[in-house]
Each structure stands twice: as structure tokens, then as C-alpha cells.
């Protein structure tokens, strides 16, 4: 009994030993063969990483070059757009009922439905500086007298807000 397990355990002992042989002599080529097939993944990562990065700073470069171009049409049409940007018409004009539909879809409508939303965010005293240019664009203050009280204090306002503001 004794001898039949020791021939077993000596034959298990020379079957691990082989195996332990065969990956000795295997051990360095299945390295070798890992480490290529590594280095070929990580080689082909790496290029995909550097074009992604590559595509992302052309991005970034057209990206910087629109917002220039948007700031420089931004101070070309509204040359003094940082000192409004934050005026306190801002919110009301952004929490108000929002721009409102037009009768029409005509261009005219459109712009009247903007004037209007703009006009009702506005001060009274602000609605009345407005109306009286208006009034005198459209022609309607021809037909007020303009010697009464009412049009030459409105006029006296105007003409001081208009000097503070050329003064500016």
C-alpha cells in the first residue's frame, strides 16, 4: 500500500516537475509574446489619444478665434456694451413675459413686439422720454402747442438729459 502511494506521489512529482520544466522554458517567450501584444495596444491608444488631443486643439483654436471675432462685432455695433450690459432694465427685460407674439409675422411686427417688451420693462419716466423722440419722429408733436407748460418742461428735461448724456 505504502509503495503504490509513493509510485503515485513520485509520479505526480515528476508530472509537476515536467510541467515545472515546460513553463520555465515557455515562461520567457510568453512574456516576450505579452509584452508586444501590450506594447501594440498601448502604442495604438496612445496614437488615437494624441489625434483626439489634436482634433481638441484645433477645436479649442476655431473656438477662440469665433468668440474674438463675436466680441470684436459685439464692440463694433455696441461700442459701449460693458458699460450697459448690466444695466437694472436687464432683469426685467429676461423675467418679463418674454418676447411676445406678433399679430403678424411681418419684420415691422416683430420689431414692435421687442419695442413693446422693452418699453413695458422700462421706468415711466424712461416710457416718456421714449414716446416724446418717438412723437417727434412719427411727426405727432407738431400738433401740441408748444408753448404750454407740459411740452417746454418736457422739453427743458429732454434737452438736460441729452446734455449729460454728450457730456459722457
Not at 70 to 93: C, E, G, I, N
Not at 142 to 148: L, T
Amino acid at each position: 500500500r505504502n509503495k503504490e502511494k509513493t509510485v503515485r506521489v513520485e509520479a505526480d512529482l515528476a508530472r509537476a516537475q515536467a510541467e515545472l520544466a515546460d513553463l520555465k522554458e515557455k515562461h520567457p517567450e510568453q512574456i516576450e509574446k505579452l509584452s508586444k501584444m501590450l506594447e501594440g495596444k498601448f502604442s495604438k491608444r496612445r496614437e488615437e489619444l494624441v489625434d483626439h488631443l489634436r482634433s481638441t486643439i484645433q477645436d479649442n483654436a476655431s473656438l477662440r478665434q469665433h468668440l474674438a471675432e463675436q466680441r470684436a462685432s459685439v464692440s463694433t455695433w455696441f461700442p459701449k456694451f460693458d458699460r450697459y450690459k448690466d444695466s437694472l432694465y436687464k432683469q426685467p427685460l429676461d423675467t418679463g413675459a418674454g418676447p411676445q407674439q406678433p399679430s403678424a409675422s411681418t419684420m415691422e411686427a416683430r420689431l414692435a413686439a421687442d419695442f413693446r417688451r422693452i418699453l413695458t420693462a422700462m421706468p415711466p419716466e424712461g416710457r416718456r422720454r421714449v414716446g416724446f423722440f418717438v412723437a417727434s419722429l412719427l411727426g405727432l408733436r407738431s400738433r401740441m402747442p408748444c408753448d404750454s407748460m407740459e411740452a417746454l418742461t418736457e422739453r427743458r428735461n429732454q434737452n438736460t438729459w441729452k446734455i449729460r448724456q454728450l457730456e459722457e
